[in-house]
């Protein structure tokens, strides 16, 4: 069983990071070679990937430590350009794994997709021929996938709404299928195009639109932990970050940036393991919006009775271990392997607890010393690079950076002409 807590990770080299991971997980030799800097996504690969190709984009890999989920602990390689995020995020499972870690739950892996009808004579008619014609339209989707119903998924419902547009009264049929492992848009969208025809023909209407939806709320991923209020701070902390969350809730201009903080963990879990960044993005983003209409925050913080925090949260979590790139990237396949999972439900949910995490280290943070220290501290290296520091100048001016509390391209190219001339004397 994986270890996570890494302790003095960050204090190791590359190669010594990837040995330390070799070391008592399911990594295979051709993963380590995928993660060292001359392996990865081969120009060819990338070639079939997308079109009109004429390079590959390199994106820092990190490896979150320290989380629990589910009782066991598991080592979460996330794909993120941003300083802080992975420390963060190790810093939040951290305290997490202080009262045992995440608990983390999912739904049935259900996507749907929708057909658009117009031109219908009388909507909520055709409403109820589509109802009557439920079991008809699943055989024609269900035979689109055979494979699929073989692993036991396929099509759950059929569901009819009438839709009040801006140029009439649209019937939008609704496929909800279990796509088992798949993120399941091909393999939805397939089935959509196929029924459509005859959707329209009982709707007595033209078919439109054939595609899934984004808004993912039948494929919900969640994560719940109790953060012990002693290592996060004190009662202070825990009461303050209570105050955070209540903006959040209450507050769309709060809640963009605390969702935003959310997406950072959860973002970089979705890369790293090949999967759609978007897809999962919209669905976050529409989740984020309650049935009043307004835009909230995606998690919840709530002192318990012993004056601890506890934090949960719920968003959908459209994301596969099959399909799209996720087998075809060498890097995804291992990354996947890494955090040890073989259904998509289980990668979800700890997507799931890294998008918690990420969300109370920032939460912490903001509720105390803000977080620029923190996160300036780690972004100062990249400020450094751009004023033009060398590696061997590097440390130096960050750690005057951060000293001198001024993490700032002017700054750095002052005491980067400074520290050469004292060189040059
Ligand atoms: C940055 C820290 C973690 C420092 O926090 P610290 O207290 O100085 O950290 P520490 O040195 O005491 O270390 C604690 C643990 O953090 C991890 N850790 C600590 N440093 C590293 C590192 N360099 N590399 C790898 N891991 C690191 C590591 O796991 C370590 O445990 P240990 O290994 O020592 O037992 C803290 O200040 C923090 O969590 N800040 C939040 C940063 C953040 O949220 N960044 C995201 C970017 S900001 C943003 O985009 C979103 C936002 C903030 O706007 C969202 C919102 O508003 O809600
Ligand atoms: N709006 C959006 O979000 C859209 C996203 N996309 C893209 O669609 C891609 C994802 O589509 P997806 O349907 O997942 O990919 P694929 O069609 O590549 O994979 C799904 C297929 O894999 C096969 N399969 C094999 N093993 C399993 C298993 N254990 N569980 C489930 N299926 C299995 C199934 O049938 P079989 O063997 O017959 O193939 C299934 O249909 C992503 O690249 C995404 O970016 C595309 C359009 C729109």
């Known amino acids: ?243 955070a969350a209540a903006l959040a809730e209450a507050d769309p201009y709060r809640a963009a940036t605390h969702n935003k903080g959310i997406m950072n963990g959860v973002t970089a879990v979705v890369l790293a393991t090949g999967n759609d960044t978007r897809a999962v993005e919209a669905g976050a983003h529409s989740h984020a919006v309650g049935p009043d209409g307004r835009y909230t925050s995606l998690s919840h913080f709530a002192r318990d009775a012993d004056g601890n925090l506890t934090g949960t949260l719920e968003l959908p979590m459209p994301v596969g271990l099959v399909g799209g790139a996720t087998r075809v990237h060498p890097v995804a396949a291992a990354a996947v392997r890494l955090l040890g999972v073989s259904t998509a439900a289980e990668l979800a949910e700890i997507i799931a607890a890294a998008g918690l995490a990420q969300n109370l280290a920032a939460l912490r943070a903001l509720a105390t010393e803000g977080i620029q220290r923190g996160h300036m501290a780690l972004h100062a290296r990249n400020v450094a690079v751009a004023a033009g520091a060398g590696p061997e100048e590097l440390p130096r001016v960050v750690a005057r950076m951060v000293a001198d509390g001024a993490v700032r391209g002017d700054h750095a190219e002052r005491v980067l002409a400074e520290l050469r001339a004292e060189a040059a004397r």
């Open 1 to 243: 069983m994986v270890n996570s807590r890494l302790s003095g990770f960050r204090n190791l080299s590359v190669p010594e990071r990837l040995a330390r991971l070799a070391d008592g997980t399911a990594l295979t030799a051709a993963d380590l070679s995928a993660l060292a800097p001359e392996g990865g996504l081969g120009l060819d690969q990338a070639d079939r990937m997308a079109e009109n190709v004429v390079g590959v984009f390199g994106v820092p890999l990190g490896v979150a430590a320290n989380f629990t989920v589910n009782g066991a602990d598991v080592l979460v390689p996330m794909a993120t350009e941003e300083p802080s995020v992975v420390a963060a995020a190790s810093n939040a499972a951290r305290i997490a794994r202080v009262r045992g870690g995440f608990v983390t739950s999912s739904s049935t892996p259900v996507m749907q997709a929708q057909v658009q009808v117009l031109d219908v004579a009388d909507p909520e008619a055709a409403r109820l021929r589509l109802l009557a014609a439920r079991a008809e339209l699943a055989g024609l989707a269900d035979a689109q996938d055979p494979r699929l119903a073989e692993l036991g998924g396929g099509v759950r419902d059929v569901s009819v709404r009438v839709v009040d547009a801006r140029e009439q009264r649209y019937v939008v049929l609704h496929l909800a299928v279990d796509v088992r492992d798949a993120m399941g848009a091909n393999a939805v969208n397939t089935m959509a195009e196929a029924v459509a025809p005859r959707v329209a023909e009982i709707a007595g209407g033209r078919p439109l639109l054939r595609i899934l939806t984004n808004k993912a709320d039948l494929r919900l991923a969640r994560a719940h932990a109790v953060f012990d209020a002693e290592a996060l701070g004190g009662p202070e902390v825990v009461r303050d970050i209570v105050h």
